[in-house]
């Protein structure tokens, strides 16, 4: 049986991992990182550590929810001590340092990395992607609306849907993105891809990308009502990746999109 430890078990969505693990016929929960005292219950065989090698030397897989500084301790201390367990992360606002951290990790383990787990989501940036090549001249606006607690903005969910977008037009996101405007800005140009955030409330989040042109507009949409849809994601990711060579894989990759 499969040995999975949660990095990051009392965030919103580790506790839904821990009970969904906790489930699963054929997964065990083996272990979970905490940083302070857990508020819920756990079997009593789990391991609970805030030790980082003992962590990772308990488990299989590890499925990461964590805040970026976190998931650079899981991948520094994986390099630094030979540790290769198949790595899910699914954490948002990673830094160019942490994302080459992240691949120097998977030339020694699986890592599959995504900043949505939701299957709807990855097929969202599937659709994105043909939509941007086959509607030539219109113009690509992205909204995302998360609830008030979210951290990093724009999303990273909704940067990798503008990067999809970007892709179906043969550009490099960095050139076009805006995520700003304010003031006498001039006209929109008709290369430029926008990002914009919202935030309040509870909402758990939501993803639009529009494309409009005179006399007609296309939307895309995904809702994501329960967090229950990333940790469903995440533990159907971990099956897969446990049967992958080293490298790094996306959600694309575990469902064959």
């Given at each position: 049986m499969t040995k999975v430890g949660i990095f990051g078990a009392g965030g919103r969505v580790g506790k839904l991992l821990v009970e969904n693990t906790v489930n699963d016929k054929n997964l065990e929960l083996s272990v979970v990182f905490v940083t302070k005292e857990l508020d819920f219950n756990i079997p009593e065989h789990v391991l609970v550590t805030n030790e980082m090698k003992t962590f990772i030397a308990s488990c299989d897989v590890v499925i990461d929810f964590t805040q970026p500084e976190g998931t650079e301790l899981l991948l520094t201390t994986a390099i630094q001590e030979g540790l290769t367990p198949s790595l899910v992360i699914g954490t948002t606002g990673l830094n160019s340092h942490q994302q080459n951290l992240?691949?120097?990790?998977?030339?020694?383990?699986?890592?599959?990395?995504?900043?949505?787990?939701?299957?709807?989501?990855?097929?969202l940036n599937k659709l994105?992607?043909?939509?941007?090549?086959?509607l030539e001249g219109f113009d690509i606006e992205i909204t995302e609306m998360h609830h008030k607690f979210k951290k990093d903005a724009p999303s990273g969910t909704a940067?990798?849907?503008?990067?999809?977008?970007?892709?179906?037009?043969?550009?490099?996101?960095?050139?076009?993105?805006?995520?700003?405007?304010?003031?006498?800005?001039?006209?929109?140009?008709d290369s430029e891809i926008a990002v914009m955030a919202?935030?309040?409330?509870?909402?758990?989040?939501?993803?639009?990308?529009?494309?409009?042109?005179?006399?007609?507009?296309?939307?895309?949409?995904?809702?994501a009502?329960?967090?229950n849809t990333f940790a469903n994601g995440a533990i159907r990711a971990s099956k897969w990746l446990i049967h992958q060579e080293s490298g790094l894989y996306s959600i694309q990759d575990f469902l064959q999109l």
């Open positions: 992240m691949k120097e990790a998977s030339q020694k383990m699986p890592i599959l990395y995504a900043t949505n787990m939701s299957v709807g989501v990855a097929l994105v992607y043909l939509a941007s090549k086959t940067l990798t849907l503008a990067d999809s977008a970007a892709k179906g037009r043969d550009l490099i996101l960095d050139d076009v993105r805006v995520s700003g405007r304010n003031g006498m800005i001039g006209e929109r140009s919202l935030r309040g409330g509870d909402i758990v989040g939501e993803h639009v990308v529009g494309y409009y042109a005179d006399g007609e507009y296309v939307r895309l949409q995904h809702t009502t329960n967090r």
